[in-house]
């Protein structure tokens, strides 16, 4: 179990008062036989369980969005929009040697900003479905003057494979991924065996997946698919001190204030 974090330094946001459920529902689950995972490549090959539906058949998928041209924004799609440099700038960060870390489901961004104003010399990619709280965090960015950080509302399963270089993340973060309780969303949910795939086809050699949850037994099937790949090393708490010290993200913060055990994991790709 993860302990409260320690800071030296300030969160960037204030920690407001909010509604986060705690959850209502057991989350069950089981060893993956050989038939979910046929069914889940299948499903993955399908696109099914992508948020929001396959970005290839919504209107406009192929242009930006107003608010996102010649901004630090990006859509698998809609790159080569010819209506800004969004492609060359990405581009070129992207082929540099920077260090590159994605935090997969920032929420606020919280943790995103304190990485990317803490490091200055890394590349920071961020993915959120909520194209709200994109909009809000590319606010963020400019009013906090961060020049290393690029945010994408694409599902990153989508995403991810298309505009990610093989092996060029150091570091994954995913905090707090939705669970998806109900059975009958079970295809939603972030992890299956072709996610885990993907993460290490974009992790580097000895790069660092760096997971949370306060559901538990979600935190063990995410450990379970992990160490079951040959592609990663056993969870290792001690890899944690590889991120050093960070704010949390606001879902962390509630539950160090309601008392709720935060589940961290930390792997590294082989």
């Excluded at 969005?65 to 859509?75: A, T, V």
Aim: charged residues 25%; neutral net charge.
């Amino acid at each position: 179990m993860d302990q409260p974090t320690q800071h030296i330094i300030s969160p960037l946001l204030d920690y407001h008062a909010t509604s986060f459920s705690a959850g209502k529902m057991a989350f069950a689950w089981e060893e993956w036989t050989p038939e979910e995972r046929q069914k889940a490549y299948a499903n993955w090959a399908a696109g099914r369980g992508l948020i929001g539906g396959d970005p290839r058949h919504r209107p406009g998928a192929y242009t930006l969005p107003s608010w996102g041209i010649d901004h630090p924004f990006f859509r698998a799609l809609a790159l080569a929009d010819s209506r800004g440099a969004n492609q060359a700038r990405l581009t070129a960060a992207l082929a540099e040697a920077q260090r590159l870390e994605i935090e997969i489901g920032y929420g606020r961004g919280d943790f995103l900003l304190d990485r990317a104003r803490q490091h200055p010399e890394c590349l920071f990619i961020g993915y959120e479905t909520k194209t709200k709280a994109t909009r809000l965090c590319l606010e963020r960015i400019a009013r906090f003057q961060l020049e290393n950080l690029w945010l994408s509302d694409d599902d990153c399963r989508f995403n991810l494979p298309r505009l990610i270089p093989d092996g060029r993340v150091e570091m994954m973060h995913i905090l707090f991924p939705d669970p998806w309780w109900k059975p009958q969303h079970k295809v939603k949910r972030l992890f299956s065996p072709p996610f885990v795939d993907l993460l290490a086809t974009k992790l580097r050699p000895g790069g660092l997946l760096h997971f949370k949850s306060d559901v538990e037994e979600y935190g063990k099937m995410v450990c379970a698919l992990i160490e079951a790949s040959a592609d990663f090393t056993a969870h290792n708490e001690a890899l944690a001190a590889r991120i050093g010290t960070h704010v949390p993200t606001h879902r962390e913060h509630w539950c160090q204030q309601h008392g709720r055990p935060v589940f961290a994991y930390y792997f590294a790709r082989r």
